[in-house]
Structure formats: structure tokens, C-alpha cells
């Protein structure tokens, strides 16, 4: 059952993502901000009363738990669809995709410092109510900084042309033009489906790695060294973005050398005492993967304008959990039962431990397929910064042919 408390987030973000799209496009970003910020609060408030001995809940706390993880398992479309939304609407074209970055990575990053922290404040399983009233803290403040602080749906001043004259279409109108939509449907499946396989990374890593001997903690540097280097990596991607323009160039060469990196990881994570080559091949995996995706996010802005920012990355969004589900299923499904090694680290069950020697090469089969189709196939305009710039030179021939008085 406590497998439920992960999966639910994969369940309700799959049907309420095209709830968020529609808040976040329809009723605005003030409002998207807000409502996740208050079902964030709500469900951690939730989760740490249904641990509480005093509440005396009896057989009922665990559904008071799964209730708490369902209110904050609702907030997370409407955060995780809004950078592009706030891109485009408080900072100028220059500045877009750094503020994108910057907003779309503190999402893992606060991951990170979730699973660092964790094992931390739980030495103990009866430590649990503590992590989850310590997690609380900061789900209440960004309750109350959001609801105080946001004021404004936009800012006084638009900060671009697009966002002085904004033509997104209505909603219903929006989704139409995105599946009839040849490069949005390609950028959809292939992008999407790298966000797919790199959840599937993080959740199997520890599964993929102990069968060969290495430890618990080298998979979780592992990990690690994934967040921290992609983190650094979209970092510099999105500065070299705002000044270049070069979206589609920047997000091949990536998607390219991240499919090479799935590649040799699938490789050596097959041989023991190759710890070193692991760790570099992890590091270099995050790094041009995780660089992607700010990046990719407002190439789907580009090239679907002028559907709305909420839509056209949502629905990206909502495929990505869908692949990640098939990829997830059938990655366990291929893993093969194998005789006790002395020299696995691997919790071992009466049936024995798994061989991930074949999900594992599916895995880098399916990146480099997905980046090859990618760089072929995908070709667009940027359709949002052309029209910004027929926009400008509309007002300044306007301006040319006011008489002087």
C-alpha cells in the first residue's frame, strides 16, 4: 500500500494536468500559483496530523495520508506548468529562458534536498511525523508568500510585444491547433518521452546498480551527481540560449550526447568495480539532459504560438507521465530472476534478485531512437518571436506616419 503514496502522483497529474493547463491559460498564473500553494499546504498539514498519536486515528491514519498526498499530488501540474507561463509574461525575450530555467529547476533541486534531508530527520521509522512536520514549515510559507505577495495577474509594465498584444487562443481552440501540430506532436513524443526515461533512471537506479555489488550510498551519489550537474547544465544552457536564440541547434546536440551517455551507462552498469566510469557517465547523463528541458519547454511555446504557455507545455507534461508509466512497466517486466550472487548488495526476496541487463540496453535504445527521430525530423519556426518582431515594426511604421504637429 505505501507504493500507492508514490504512484498517486503519476495517476492525478496524467487527468489533472489538462485541468492545470486550462487554470493556468484560462483563469491566470496568479490564480495557478495560489490554489497550488494552498493544496501544497492542505496536504502536508494532512499528512503530518495523520502520524500524530494524539489525533488517535487508529486504522484511519493511512487514508488520512493518501488523502494529504492527493491534495499535494493536485498542486504539482499547476507549479510544474507555470515557468513558461512566467516566462512570458513578467521578463523580456532576452531574459526568457533563464527565468525558466531557473523556476523549472528548483523543482529538482528541492528533490534533492528532500532525499538528502530525509534520511537525516528519519534515523528511525518513529521519527516520521518529524520529517513530515519539517516539510510542512515551507509549504506554509509559500502558502502565505503567495497569497500576500502575489498581487497582480501581470506586471504594470509588459515586459514584451508578445505580451503587450496577447493572442492566445481559448482553450478547446489551443488543443485543436496542437494536434493538428507536426513539429508540437514530434517535440511531445520525443521530449516527453526523455522525461519519461529519465523518472524511470531516478526510480530504478538503485535496482539497476545493486545487482552488480555496488552499494546503496554509491547509488544515491549516483543519483546525486544526475541532479547536481543537470541543475549546472541548464543553468548554462538557458544563458547561452538568451543570448543566441539557437532553441532547436541547442536541444539536438543535447538530446544527441545524452542518448551517448545512456549508452555507455547501460554498458558499464553491466560490469563490477567500474564506479569511476558510472559516476562520470551519470554526471554527463544529468548534465545535457537536464539542460534540455527549460529550454525544450519554451521551444514549445515557439512553435506553437499562439496556443497559451499553460497549454502547450502541459500537455507535454501529461505525455511525459504517460510514457513514464509504459517505460516504467515495461522496464520491470523485461528484468529476468537470477541465482544469489555473494556479491550483490541487492535486498534479495525468496525468488532471488533481478537481472536489468536487458532493460537496461532498451533504455539506451529508446533514448538514441528518440534523439535521432528528434534531430531528423523535427524542423520549425519560432513562431513567437517572429511575431514579435512584425509586432515592433507595426508600432514603429505606426509611429513613423503620425504627422508632427
Given amino acids: 500500500m505505501v507504493n500507492w503514496l508514490s504512484i498517486v502522483y503519476l495517476l492525478i497529474s496524467i487527468p489533472f494536468g489538462l485541468v492545470a493547463t486550462w487554470v493556468l491559460d484560462s483563469v491566470g498564473l496568479r490564480c495557478a500559483v495560489i ?4 493544496l501544497n499546504m ?23 495520508l493518501f488523502v494529504g498526498q492527493c491534495l499535494c499530488a493536485l498542486a504539482q501540474p499547476l507549479v510544474i506548468f507555470s515557468p513558461t507561463k512566467l516566462a512570458a509574461l513578467w521578463f ?20 534533492l534536498i528532500a532525499n538528502l534531508l530525509s534520511p537525516a530527520l528519519v534515523p528511525e521509522g518513529r521519527h516520521i511525523p518529524l520529517m513530515l512536520g519539517v516539510y510542512a514549515i515551507p509549504a506554509l510559507t509559500a502558502c502565505v508568500l503567495a497569497t500576500v505577495g502575489i498581487r497582480e495577474k501581470v506586471p504594470p ?3 514584451s510585444a508578445s505580451a503587450t498584444n496577447s493572442t492566445s487562443q481559448p482553450f478547446f481552440m489551443g488543443l485543436k491547433m496542437l494536434l493538428r501540430n507536426k513539429p508540437y506532436i514530434i517535440l511531445a513524443l520525443c521530449f516527453g518521452g526523455g522525461i519519461g526515461m529519465f523518472t524511470c533512471f531516478s ?24 541532479t547536481v550537474c543537470g541543475l549546472l547544465g541548464a543553468f548554462l544552457l538557458g544563458l547561452y540560449v538568451d543570448r543566441t536564440r539557437n532553441f532547436i541547434e541547442s536541444t539536438k546536440i543535447c ?25 562520470i557517465t551519470s554526471s554527463i547523463f544529468g548534465f545535457f539532459g537536464f539542460a534540455m528541458y527549460p529550454v525544450a519547454m519554451e521551444l514549445a511555446v515557439e512553435c506553437s504560438y499562439p496556443v497559451g504557455e499553460g497549454t502547450s507545455t502541459g500537455l507535454i507534461f501529461v505525455a511525459s507521465q504517460i510514457e513514464g508509466v509504459v517505460f516504467m512497466v515495461l522496464l520491470q517486466a523485461l528484468t529476468v530472476r537470477v541465482s544469489k550472487d555473494p556479491s550483490s548488495t541487492c535486498a534479495l ?19 538514441s531512437a528518440m534523439a535521432c527521430f528528434y534531430v531528423i525530423f523535427f524542423h520549425t519556426d519560432y513562431k513567437r518571436l517572429h511575431a514579435e518582431t512584425n509586432m515592433v515594426k507595426a508600432e514603429d511604421t505606426g509611429s513613423d506616419d503620425v504627422p508632427e504637429a
Fill in 203 to 226: 526510480a530504478l537506479l538503485e535496482q539497476i546498480l545493486c545487482e552488480k555489488g555496488y552499494s546503496n550510498v554509491f547509488a544515491g551519489l549516483n543519483g546525486a551527481l544526475f
Fill in 157 to 159: 509594465t509588459p515586459p
Fill in 92 to 111: 523580456p525575450d532576452h531574459q526568457r529562458a533563464t527565468a525558466n530555467m531557473i523556476s523549472s529547476m528548483s523543482n529538482p533541486l528541492g528533490i
Fill in 42 to 64: 492542505m496536504g502536508s498539514i494532512i499528512r503530518m496530523f495523520s502520524v500524530l498519536k494524539f489525533m488517535s486515528l487508529g486504522s484511519q491514519n493511512y487514508w488520512y
Fill in 255 to 279: 538530446f544527441c550526447l545524452s542518448a551517448l551517455a545512456s549508452i555507455v551507462f547501460a554498458v558499464a552498469s553491466r560490469f563490477r568495480d567500474q564506479a569511476i566510469a558510472l559516476a
Fill in 35 to 38: 490554489l497550488s500553494a494552498w
Fill in 349 to 367: 526476496d525468496q525468488d532471488g534478485a533481478l537481472d536489468w541487463t536487458t532493460p537496461v540496453l532498451l533504455m539506451a535504445g529508446l533514448c
